[in-house]
């Protein structure tokens, strides 16, 4: 048997990574074998890994001796930060730097870094239609990525630039799935008026990430959208109306309305709506549904995912 190509994956337990690592471990005839960096191989979602043929290795992205040792004999990478764990674009930018670094050191030959627009690039720092944030950003978690992709072009890693979409998990997860009002009513509440908004199923950035690494050389360079599907958020109300089988209304509100709205990254995720909106041709037109589907077959619509995930949404009474 030829030896398999080593898959070294960032955040291996989360969701991005998760959902890659298990897509290549579910396809026995994969050409590549998954490498499991987490900071904890001891969790539960580590064990799962190691028993379906995972190598679960600790690494940890702050540590450039750390990055070394993980991608020692790799092919490839996946490599992605999470801004929700410290919110400091600055340190993500930081870990996509010694990333890049490692992966030119280590002579990778495929990297896909997970990346996001900067927004700056659209809305100027002095453009105050839309609030700076920590002094020098518009969506902090967009910018700090956008802004580290010049490390791996400048290193000269094969990378493509993989960019998500708006997660439906986040119904689920974070608190923005459908909540009842004092009338008794479901409501999903979005910055967005009637625009489109690119979505996806978080498992299935793992499976477009998979379907990138088997197309190999010919999306080195490139800038990979994913989606699902796009739709408005009266569509959303819909499909989760005829998936809850109970009226839900879309609650459209400004911006600005959910800035205020004071939880952590208010200001950052009411701006990333109002950059969707305000510039959904941008946005929707790298999130390319068809090209996704050709990555990744099983892609799912907002309404497939519902079929799969409805009941999960927590439903106050």
Known sequence: MSQKKIIAVFGATGAQ??????????????????????????SDKAKELAAKGAEVVAGDVDDADSLKRVLQGAYGAY????????????????????????????????????????????VPLDDDSMPTLHGKYKVPHFDGKGEADHY??????????MLASYYWDNMIYFGMGPKRGADGKLSIT???????????????????????FKKGAELIGKRVGIAGEQITC????????????????????TPETYRSFGFPGADDLGNMFQFYRDFDDVCNSIRDVKFSKELNPELKSFKMWLEENGKKIPLEN
């Open 17 to 42: 990574g998760g959902g890659l690592a298990h897509a290549i471990l579910n396809d026995h005839n994969s050409e590549f074998a998954v490498r499991a960096v987490t900071r904890d191989v001891n």
């Open 79 to 122: 490599f992605v930060t999470f801004f929700w764990a410290h919110f400091s674009a600055e340190k993500e930018t930081s870990e996509a730097k010694k990333m890049a670094e490692a992966a030119k050191e280590a002579g990778l030959k495929h990297v896909i870094w997970s990346t996001l627009e900067d927004v700056r690039k659209y």
């Open 152 to 161: 791996f072009t400048d290193a000269g890693v094969p990378t493509t630039f």
């Open 190 to 212: 979005f910055p967005m008026g009637n625009k489109k908004m690119a979505g996806i199923s978080g498992d299935d950035i793992g499976k477009c990430a998979y379907g990138i």
């Open 234 to 253: 009266a569509d959303m109300a819909k499909d989760l109306s005829d998936a809850l089988g109970e009226e839900v209304v879309y609650n459209e509100i």
